[in-house]
């Protein structure tokens, strides 16, 4: 399950409800015109967390069944450009915690949509991130991501771990289903994806020689 939550020191909104400003430091962004729905769900996620399950709901409840479109698009963009705090969470607690560093000078984009995790080959480690601890947290972070992402969970760790060697998305997919939390750990990776810590395509034989040496 993934949980978002707004990263911003200021929130306004129109007097109509239309638009919402959202500012972090010397960044600022204004979205809108949106449903009103698409408002009020945005302005919750300041004060509390909320899944993307519970979100969709809280939207269909006081909107149409087009603003679910218009949410998604949404979600993606803010997430991409690092205006979204995004939990992981398995079984037990949470997985993974990926906090944006600074958010993205400039509006919001859809980008280009990436191949399915089962599709992509070579999945492994980016050769630019660095490991650290806090407390008992291991957190992953590299100067080329906007994300910094906190593991929580030994399944979590050990998952990273072993993405120092390449794998197939496909493969990868066929050994976490025959975990406990597959689909959760499945997220995990794909968030990885997302935010440049995991990489995917050629050079793996590179990359398997960078960390090996």
């Not at 978002?4 to 306004?12: G, M």
């Not at 398995?90 to 859809?110: K, M, T």
């Not at 969970?153 to 406990?180: E, F, R």
């Not at 990776?189 to 997302?194: I, N, P, S, Y």
């Amino acid at each position: 399950m993934k949980i978002y939550q707004l990263v911003a020191d200021q929130v306004t909104m129109s007097d109509d409800r239309s638009s919402i400003g959202l500012a972090r430091g010397a960044r600022s962004l204004r979205l809108g015109p949106l449903p009103p729905a698409i408002v009020d769900g945005l302005d919750g996620l300041v004060s509390e967390p909320c899944s993307d399950t519970a979100l969709s709901r809280r939207v269909i409840g006081a909107g149409q069944p087009s603003d679910l479109a218009v949410l998604a698009a949404l979600l993606t963009g803010l997430w991409r450009a690092g205006w979204l705090r995004l939990t992981v969470q398995g079984s037990n607690g949470p997985l993974i915690v990926a906090d944006p560093l600074l958010p993205r000078a400039g509006g919001l984009s859809s980008g280009v949509g990436r191949p399915r995790l089962s599709a992509q080959k070579n999945l492994r480690l980016a050769r630019d991130i660095v490991l650290t601890t806090e407390g008992q947290t291991l957190v992953v972070e590299s100067g080329s991501s906007l994300m910094r992402v906190g593991l929580h969970d030994p399944a979590a760790a050990a998952l990273v771990a072993s993405l120092v060697q390449p794998v197939d998305g496909g493969d990868l997919l066929a050994t976490l289903s025959t975990t406990d939390q597959g689909d959760d750990l499945a997220a995990v990776v794909e968030t990885l994806l997302d935010v440049g810590l995991v990489v995917a395509g050629s050079d793996s034989a590179d990359d398997s020689r960078y960390w090996s040496s």
